[in-house]
C-alpha cells in the first residue's frame, strides 16, 4: 500500500473518531502520530517532531501569560470593563465589544496570542453574568480568524501571501492592505454570530467552569456579622501610641469597641514589630460613637473620609483577603482554644471570627478575657491576612479551605497585587509580535519568564497554567502536515482540482482554490495549507495570464476559513474545553460563516484586486 493511501486511511479513521467522541482527544491525536510512524510514512523523529515545533512552544507559552494575567486580577479589570460597556442584559452589545476587541488584538499579536489573552476574561464574563461559556467562547474565536485579516501580522499566512506576491514579482501587500477585505470578513462574521449564533451554538458550560465569586467578600462579612461596625484606623505620626508596644492598646474605656487586630503600614499582615509605627492599622469593631471617639482621642485617621467603612473593603482589598476554613474530624486543632484578634501560629494570619453549627460565637463570648473558643469538629473560622500568606499558610492538613484564596482573588479583586508588571509584560510582548523583532516562541517564552522572575507565578504554579490537552493535541496533529507534504499527498489533490477548474476561467480557478484550502484547512495547520496552495495557485494564476494577486489574496482569506472542527486550529483547541464543545458543534456555527468567507474570497477580491 502507498504511503497516500495510509495517509488518507489514517485521516479517516481519526476524523471518525474526533467526531464520534468515543476517545478522548489527546488518544486520538496520539495514535494519529504513532500511525503515520507505524506505517512507514515517517520517521520517529518526524512523527514526535510537533512537540518541539516553536508553534506549540508558543502556544504553552501564551497559556503561563495569560495565567499571570488572571491571577493578578487584569482579566477581572477588563471583565469589569466588558460588563459595564455591555451592560449584564445586552447579548449584542456584548458580542460585539468582545469580538471587536478580540479582532484588534489579533491584528496585533495573532490569533493564539489574542485568544489566550482574552479567554479567561471571557470566562470570568460568563460566571459572573449566568451564561452558558458555550455561547461567548466559540464566537471569540471565530472572530479572532476574521480579525486576522486586518493587517499583515493577523497570521503568518498573511506574511506567506505577500512574499509570494514579492516572488512573483506583482509586489507584496501593504500592512494594513489585509483589511480591505478583513473589515468586510469581520463585519459578516459579527452580523452571522449576533442573528444566528443562540440558534446554532449548544447551551452548555465546560466542565470545570469556576465559581462566580465577585460577590465573596460581601457574602462572608454579612455571614460572619461584619458587614458594618468594622473600622480600619491609620495611626498618625502625632498618636501617643507610636513607639508604644501593642499590648499598651487598651480599649477598656471605650465599652463596645473591641480590637480585632493591629497591621503593619507596608504589608497589610499582622504587627511583627515590637512597637507601633505611623502608617500602623488599627482594625477594631464596635459601635460608631465609639469608634469616633477613640479616634479622635488617639489621633487615628479613619480608612476613608466618611469615617466609616463597609466590612468587604476593609477586610478584603489588594493587599489582604479573607478565607473561611473548616475544622475537619481528627484537626490536630481541635481542643484548641482561639479567639476573634487572634494572630495564628505562623504570624501572618488573624481569626476574626468563629462560627459553630452555622451560627456566630459571639465577640463578648470568644475574647481572650472570656477564655476564647475551644475549637470542635465543623467549626468554620473567617481568617484575615495578605493574599500571599493565605496562599502558603491555608495548605494544612489540620483545616479545610472552603474556597480557595488564589480562585477568589483572580476573580474579586481587579487589577490586584502584580497587574503593573504582568500588564507591562504583555505589552512588551505585544510589541515584541507586533515588530517581529524576534520569533513568536522567543516572545512567549520571554513573556513567561518574566512572569516567574518578577514573582506573579512560581515555577510549579506555570506548570499547572499550561493547558496540556491542547498543547499535546496541537504537536501530536502536526506531523500530519508534515505527512501530507513528504508523500506528495497535498500536491496531488491541488494539482487535480487545478486541473479540474482551471479552464473555466479565473473567478473559477479562486473557487476551487477556496475549497481546496477550506478543506485541507479542517485537517491541518492553515500555514501548511497555505504553503501547499500558494505556489499552485501562482503558477496556475500565470498561466491563464491573469494576475497572481487577487489568488494570493484569496488563498489568505480561505486559509482563515478554519472553522469546522477543533482540529483546524490551535484556537479552536483552546476554547473546546472551557465551552464545553463536542466536534460536531464547530460546523454549525462554521458553515455559514464559511459561506461568507467563499464570497468575500471569489467575488469581492477580485474587484479589489483585478485579474
Known amino acids: 500500500m502507498s504511503p497516500i493511501a495510509y495517509i488518507a486511511i489514517i485521516i479517516v479513521v ?134 486576522s485579516m486586518l493587517a499583515l501580522t493577523g497570521t503568518p499566512v498573511n506574511v506567506l501571501v505577500s512574499d509570494a506576491g514579492i516572488d512573483a514579482g506583482v509586489g507584496g501587500f501593504n500592512f494594513f492592505e489585509f483589511a480591505l477585505v478583513g473589515v468586510p470578513l469581520l463585519a459578516g462574521t459579527m452580523a452571522i454570530i449576533i442573528l444566528f449564533g443562540k440558534q ?11 465559581a462566580d465569586f465577585s460577590h465573596h467578600a460581601k457574602t462572608l462579612v454579612e455571614q460572619y456579622g461584619l458587614a458594618s461596625g468594622v473600622y480600619q484606623m491609620r495611626v498618625r505620626a502625632s498618636s501617643p501610641y507610636v513607639g508604644k508596644p501593642p499590648a499598651e492598646v487598651d480599649l477598656a474605656a471605650y465599652p463596645g469597641l473591641q480590637l480585632v487586630s493591629i497591621q503593619e503600614g507596608d504589608t497589610a499582615g499582622p504587627l511583627r514589630r515590637q512597637q507601633v509605627a505611623e502608617g500602623d492599622h488599627f482594625l477594631v469593631r464596635g459601635e460608631a460613637e465609639a469608634a469616633a471617639a477613640f479616634a479622635a482621642t488617639m489621633h487615628l485617621a479613619f480608612r476613608d473620609k466618611a469615617e466609616s467603612s463597609q466590612g468587604q473593603d476593609t477586610l478584603f482589598n489588594r493587599s489582604s483577603g479573607l478565607a473561611e476554613v473548616v475544622i475537619p474530624p481528627r484537626s490536630g486543632l481541635i481542643g484548641e482554644t482561639v479567639f476573634p484578634g487572634m494572630v495564628t501560629e505562623s504570624g501572618d494570619l488573624i481569626v476574626l471570627a468563629v462560627q459553630r453549627a ?16 475551644v475549637l470542635q469538629a465543623g467549626d468554620t473560622m473567617l481568617l484575615q491576612g495578605t493574599w500571599k500568606a493565605l496562599d502558603v499558610h491555608l495548605d494544612d492538613p489540620d483545616v479545610l479551605v472552603v474556597n480557595s484564596p488564589e480562585l477568589v482573588r483572580r476573580q474579586a479583586v481587579p487589577m490586584g497585587p502584580g497587574a503593573r508588571q504582568a500588564v507591562a509584560i504583555l505589552l512588551g510582548m ?84 477556496f475549497i481546496l484550502t477550506a478543506i485541507l484547512g479542517q485537517l491541518i495547520s492553515n500555514t501548511a495549507t497555505a504553503l501547499i496552495v500558494i505556489p499552485i495557485g501562482v503558477a496556475a494564476a500565470t498561466a491563464m495570464g491573469v494576475s497572481p494577486r487577487p489568488v494570493l489574496m484569496s488563498t489568505a482569506v480561505a486559509a482563515a ?19 464545553g464543545y463536542a466536534f460536531s458543534d464547530y460546523w454549525k456555527l462554521g458553515l455559514p460563516l464559511l459561506i461568507w468567507f467563499f464570497v468575500v474570497s471569489v467575488f469581492i477580491v477580485p474587484l479589489i484586486w483585478r485579474f
Open 14 to 147: 481519526a476524523v471518525v473518531l474526533f467526531v464520534t467522541n468515543k476517545v478522548p482527544v489527546v488518544i486520538v491525536a496520539m495514535l494519529t502520530s504513532l500511525a503515520l510512524w507505524a506505517t512507514g510514512v515517517l520517521t520517529l523523529g518526524q512523527a514526535l517532531g510537533g512537540f518541539g515545533d516553536p508553534a506549540v512552544i508558543f502556544i504553552a507559552s501564551l497559556f503561563v501569560m495569560s495565567t499571570g494575567l488572571e491571577v493578578t486580577g487584569v482579566t477581572a479589570w477588563a471583565g469589569q470593563l466588558l460588563i459595564r460597556g455591555a451592560g449584564e442584559e445586552s447579548r449584542t452589545r456584548l458580542l460585539l465589544l468582545t469580538m471587536s476587541l478580540v479582532a484588534l488584538l489579533t491584528a496585533l499579536i495573532s490569533v493564539n496570542g489574542a485568544v489566550a489573552a482574552l479567554l479567561p476574561v471571557v470566562v470570568v464574563i460568563a460566571v459572573r453574568l449566568r451564561r452558558n461559556s458555550s455561547q461567548l467562547l466559540m464566537p471569540l474565536v471565530f472572530s479572532a480568524h476574521a480579525g
Open 358 to 373: 452555622g451560627t456566630e460565637i459571639t465577640a463578648r463570648q470568644a475574647t481572650q478575657v472570656a477564655g476564647g473558643v
Open 430 to 513: 505585544v510589541l515584541l509580535l507586533a515588530t517581529g523583532i524576534v520569533p513568536p516562541a522567543v516572545a512567549g517564552l520571554l513573556a513567561a519568564g518574566a512572569i516567574i522572575l518578577t514573582g506573579i507565578m512560581s515555577v510549579e504554579q506555570s506548570y499547572r497554567a499550561i493547558g496540556w490537552t491542547t498543547v499535546i493535541l496541537v504537536g501530536a496533529m502536526m506531523p500530519l502536515s508534515t505527512a501530507m507534504v513528504e508523500t506528495g499527498a497535498a500536491k496531488l489533490m491541488a494539482e487535480h482540482l487545478v486541473n479540474l477548474v482551471g479552464d473555466a476561467g479565473p473567478v473559477a480557478l479562486l473557487a476551487g482554490l
Open 200 to 210: 446554532l451554538l449548544p447551551e452548555r458550560n465546560g466542565a470545570t467552569m469556576p
Open 561 to 579: 476559513a478554519a472553522f469546522l472542527t477543533p482540529i483546524a486550529t490551535p484556537t479552536n483547541l483552546m476554547v473546546m474545553g472551557p465551552g
